[in-house]
Each structure stands twice: as structure tokens, then as C-alpha cells.
């Protein structure tokens, strides 16, 4: 199981980082305005790079109005970044054209956006590399996340599919848990929620414990044991 983290926030990257087993960073311009980067975006996207390392993933949105500029995008955020950037496109009729682009040309495409069954499979038919459903989103708009995940997944085993379904816009944990659950090769999780899985007062409260009933037992200098 893949796990990536949904922020640009620098300090916050290179702790998960360090802390965790992260296959690497995803990014739109949503969390760039929300994570306050206002200065030269190529320059903090490279600084995200260093942080992670070379042979972990960074996944930059494109932010084009027609598969020309889509595609011109994605050769610019190439130019800056190097190879192994993943491109985010939307996935509607014009990202769908774009997709088909940068894939002949030897992108790696992560196909954004995606609220329904049949987007996920057009997403597929163009050999995106990562398809990335928006779980909480689409339960606020009536839609079975799970069940769409699972389906998805399915139709990637049955075909022996390359792409993997990369979860996304998540509201807490449980349905962290439950796009995995159903067969989400991938998931990336905003540090807010990452926070609240370890921050549970009965985790801290067990780890509390083990400490003093150790105290207890061992009253002398514990560095000797």
C-alpha cells in the first residue's frame, strides 16, 4: 500500500517524512493557496523534491483551459522539476485528450477529478498511471465511494491493468481506512488527519502506561537496563 502526503507545507513534509514510509508529496493549487505558498512555485516544488529524495513521487496539477495548454503545462512543469514528476489532469473530455498527449510522450499522468465509475474507466482506457477518486467529496454529492473503489479495482485486476486507483480529498481516518479496504492501491492524506490517527488520547494514554508500570519495576537508573 502506497501512502502519500496531501500538503506542500515544507516542516510538515519533512517530519512525515522522516517519521513515516512516504511514497512522496501530491500537490494542486487548492493546497498551495491553503499551505500559504506565495512565492516562486517552482522554486518551493524543488525544495519538496530535496526534501523527499530522488526516488520519491511528486504529483503537480496542471492548471490549463484546453488540452494545448494542459499539455504545455506539463512540459513546463517537466522542464522545472525533472523526471519522475507525475502530471495531475483533470479527468473531463479535454484532460481525457490531454492524457492521451502526454502519455505517447512517456509522462507519468495522474488522472484527478474523478467523482464517477465511468470517468474511472476512461481514465484507465488511456493508461493513466494513478487514478485519484475524491472519497469525502463524493459522499457528499450521494455517491458510494467504496463501492466505486472496489469496482475500479476490480476491472484493474481483471484486465491486468497497470494503474492504480490513488485516493484522495479524505475527512477523517475511517474512510481513509475504508478506500483501502476496497482496494485503493494508494491513498495521500492531509497532515490534519495523519495528525488526529496517532494523536488519540488512548494511544497516549498506553504509552503513558508502559512507562510507569516500567518505572515500577526498574526504580534505579533505567540507562543500565
Given at each position: 500500500?502506497?501512502?502519500?502526503?496531501?500538503?506542500?507545507?515544507?516542516?510538515?513534509?519533512?517530519?512525515?517524512?522522516?517519521?513515516?514510509?512516504?511514497?512522496?508529496?501530491?500537490?494542486?493549487?487548492?493546497?498551495l493557496?491553503?499551505?500559504?505558498?506565495?512565492?516562486?512555485?517552482f522554486?518551493?516544488?524543488r525544495?519538496?523534491?530535496?526534501?523527499?529524495?530522488p526516488?520519491?513521487?511528486?504529483?503537480?496539477?496542471?492548471?490549463?483551459?484546453?488540452?494545448?495548454?494542459?499539455?504545455?503545462?506539463?512540459?513546463?512543469?517537466?522542464?522545472?522539476?525533472?523526471?519522475?514528476?507525475?502530471?495531475?489532469?483533470?479527468?473531463?473530455?479535454?484532460?481525457?485528450?490531454?492524457?492521451?498527449?502526454?502519455?505517447?510522450?512517456?509522462?507519468?499522468?495522474?488522472?484527478t477529478a474523478?467523482?464517477?465509475?465511468?470517468?474511472?474507466?476512461?481514465?484507465?482506457?488511456v493508461?493513466?498511471d494513478?487514478?485519484?477518486?475524491?472519497?469525502?467529496?463524493?459522499?457528499?454529492?450521494?455517491?458510494?465511494?467504496?463501492?466505486i473503489?472496489?469496482?475500479?479495482?476490480k476491472?484493474?485486476?481483471?484486465?491486468n491493468?497497470?494503474?492504480?486507483?490513488?485516493?484522495?480529498?479524505?475527512?477523517?481516518?475511517?474512510?481513509?481506512?475504508?478506500?483501502?479496504?476496497?482496494?485503493?492501491?494508494?491513498v495521500?492524506?492531509?497532515?490534519?488527519?495523519?495528525?488526529?490517527?496517532?494523536?488519540?488520547?488512548?494511544?497516549?494514554?498506553?504509552?503513558?502506561?508502559?512507562?510507569?508500570?516500567?518505572?515500577?519495576?526498574?526504580?534505579?537508573?533505567?540507562?543500565?537496563?
Amino acid at each position: 500500500m502506497e501512502f502519500l502526503l496531501d500538503s506542500v507545507d515544507l516542516e510538515k513534509i519533512k517530519y512525515y517524512n522522516e517519521h513515516l514510509f512516504l511514497t512522496g508529496v501530491t500537490s494542486n493549487p487548492s493546497i498551495l493557496k491553503k499551505d500559504g505558498v506565495d512565492g516562486d512555485l517552482f522554486s518551493h516544488l524543488r525544495a519538496i523534491r530535496k526534501i523527499l529524495g530522488p526516488k520519491k513521487q511528486l504529483h503537480v496539477q496542471v492548471t490549463g483551459n484546453s488540452c494545448e495548454e494542459m499539455v504545455a503545462d506539463a512540459k513546463r512543469i517537466k522542464e522545472e522539476l525533472g523526471e519522475g514528476v507525475y502530471i495531475k489532469v483533470p479527468t473531463n473530455l479535454l484532460g481525457l485528450k490531454a492524457m492521451q498527449k502526454l502519455k505517447a510522450a512517456g509522462y507519468l499522468v495522474t488522472a484527478t477529478a474523478i467523482y464517477t465509475e465511468f470517468q474511472a474507466y476512461q481514465a484507465l482506457n488511456v493508461n493513466a498511471d494513478y487514478l485519484a477518486p475524491y472519497y469525502n467529496r463524493m459522499l457528499n454529492q450521494g455517491i458510494n465511494a467504496a463501492e466505486i473503489i472496489a469496482n475500479v479495482a476490480k476491472e484493474i485486476s481483471r484486465s491486468n491493468l497497470k494503474s492504480k486507483i490513488l485516493a484522495a480529498s479524505f475527512h477523517n481516518v475511517d474512510q481513509v481506512n475504508q478506500a483501502i479496504r476496497n482496494g485503493a492501491q494508494a491513498v495521500t492524506v492531509g497532515p490534519d488527519i495523519v495528525k488526529s490517527a496517532f494523536e488519540m488520547p488512548a494511544i497516549s494514554k498506553a504509552v503513558a502506561d508502559f512507562r510507569a508500570d516500567w518505572e515500577t519495576l526498574y526504580t534505579d537508573d533505567l540507562s543500565k537496563i
